[in-house]
């Protein structure tokens, strides 16, 4: 099936590089065409956002074919001083990115003007931005609003409303702030909403938004069949030394790692760093510009791991991210679905690897029951479970006890200098499964002293601080 036999215009796509449309865009297309009202689900990195887009440029190029005739067809413009004709909320900054990035690569020459607005940064910035005019608006609930009380934007022009990652907007809360922004729209309106779960959560707040909406529903809750899934059991206290030597061993070159706190991000950025992997953080903590860096830096390749919280489990999109790794295990199930749904994308093939701690298999259960398949799990040989710590661990354990008794907080000795992770040329996941501990000259410094005496990872889990 072609993209012209779903209604759209050649010229449209001509430029974005598809060659056919996917199972959502198959099924989403034809009815946002013909204003429908929409709930769709499907799996991450299945082309959502061109299901969206793709339609809503054509309506807004359809009238006319010149730049000078769009603006006369609009009467007194949908590029009217911050009255747009399209709104797109997003629960994150970096999906507000992705999605308005996107749009413009989509629109091409055509004569649209799309915004992106959140918080985190400057908001005279998108105050002038917004003064110059747009017709597509991509916006986080709380910027929205603040530039709507500012009375730097207006709705009254919008006739299509896209929620996109709803499932999402749930979690954090945004409800109400939905139900707001509905309200503010014209009584006459399009509506649809994407997201990749299906829950009775989502289905309950699509009949209270969506007029009669369509239902498409792509295998929603389960996991792309292009990413191979392997969970690794290991010692909770040991995960950082595996997933160090890991990289080293492998000399991986990119490698996306997910934790359940900023604070377990941090613990394990500087694990990493002090074996001598190149590594940034992303986290809510960050401000927008270092998380705009940290993620140029590991797209480009000048960094080797990005550690995360669930804030880049939404609208991180690599092509060709060979390896996502869970570090712990989300506490919601559907978060490990957006998590290892980073790779794979684009019909490419993908790893995604769990390390799990005995206490995780029950979280690991569930995972598996939403999804309908389970995930092979193998033994990390020479970190098992239960067996003594190298005596490296004991070591720090007693140097640590004894800075504690000594009134100094806990302080941690310094890491020992010594040769950085080794190289080889082994399958990635034969060499996890077969890896050897190193020994102490490669082996933990301040952090990991840390590491040992906190036990079960279980402890630094918790709900995912952004």
């Known amino acids: 099936m072609s993209f012209s036999s779903l ?3 050649s010229g449209l796509i001509s430029h974005c590089g598809f060659s056919a449309p996917t199972l959502v865009q198959m099924q989403a297309i034809p009815l946002l065409l013909a204003g429908q009202d929409l709930l769709a689900c499907a799996q991450t990195g299945t082309g959502k956002t061109a299901a969206f ?3 809503i440029i054509q309506r807004l190029c359809e009238p006319v074919a010149d730049a000078a005739a769009v603006t006369a067809a609009r009467g007194n413009g949908s590029q009217a001083t911050g009255q747009p004709t399209v709104l797109v909320l997003t629960p994150t900054r970096e999906l507000a990115l992705q999605v308005g990035q996107a749009f ?5 020459a055509q004569p649209l003007k799309v915004a992106v607005v959140f918080g985190g940064v400057n908001i005279s910035t998108q105050r002038k931005l917004l003064a110059k005019g747009v017709d597509i608006l991509v916006a986080t609930p709380g910027r929205l609003f603040d530039l709507m009380y500012q009375q730097a934007v207006s709705l009254d022009r919008v006739d299509t409303l896209i929620i996109d990652e709803a499932d999402r907007m749930l979690d954090m809360g945004f409800v109400k702030d939905i139900q707001r922004v509905k309200r503010a729209l014209p009584i006459a309106h399009q509506s649809a909403m994407f997201s990749a779960t299906l829950t009775p959560e989502i289905s309950a707040l699509a009949k209270t938004m969506l007029n009669e909406p369509a239902l498409v529903n792509i295998e929603a809750n389960r996991a792309n069949q292009q990413i191979r899934q392997l969970g690794v059991l290991l010692d909770p206290r040991r995960k950082s030394e595996y997933l160090a030597e ?5 000399n991986l070159k ?9 604070q377990l991000a941090d613990q394990v950025l500087n694990e990493l760093q002090l074996d001598g992997i190149s590594c940034v953080v992303l986290h809510g903590d960050r401000t927008q510009a270092r998380r705009i860096k940290a993620l140029e830096d590991f797209k480009s390749g000048a960094i080797r791991a990005l550690v995360a919280t669930d804030v880049a489990a939404r609208g991180l999109d690599i092509i060709g991210l060979p390896l996502v790794v869970n570090f712990d295990l989300p506490l919601n199930p559907e978060d490990y679905l957006h998590r290892i749904g980073r790779t794979g994308r684009a019909g490419q093939s993908g790893e995604a690897l769990s390390l799990l701690s005995p206490s995780e298999r029950l979280a690991l259960k569930a995972i598996e029951a939403l999804m309908g398949e389970t995930v092979s799990v193998t033994q990390a040989t020479g970190y098992e479970p239960g067996a003594p710590l190298p005596a490296r661990y004991e070591q720090q354990s007693y140097q640590q006890q004894s800075y504690q008794q000594a009134g100094k907080g806990g302080s941690q000795p310094s ?3 010594g040769d950085k992770p080794g190289h080889g040329g082994r399958s990635h996941f034969a060499a996890k499964n077969s890896g050897q501990p190193r020994s102490g000259a490669n082996r933990r410094g301040q952090q990991a002293g840390g590491a040992a005496s906190k036990g079960s990872a279980g402890a630094h889990r918790g709900k995912a601080q952004r």
């Open 53 to 55: 887009a793709l339609p």
């Open 254 to 262: 990119q490698v996306l790692v997910f934790t359940g706190s900023k």
């Open 7 to 9: 209604g759209l215009n």
């Open 415 to 417: 890491r020992r200098s």
């Open 246 to 250: 890991m990289i080293g061993k492998q």
């Open 104 to 108: 413009m690569d989509f629109i091409g």
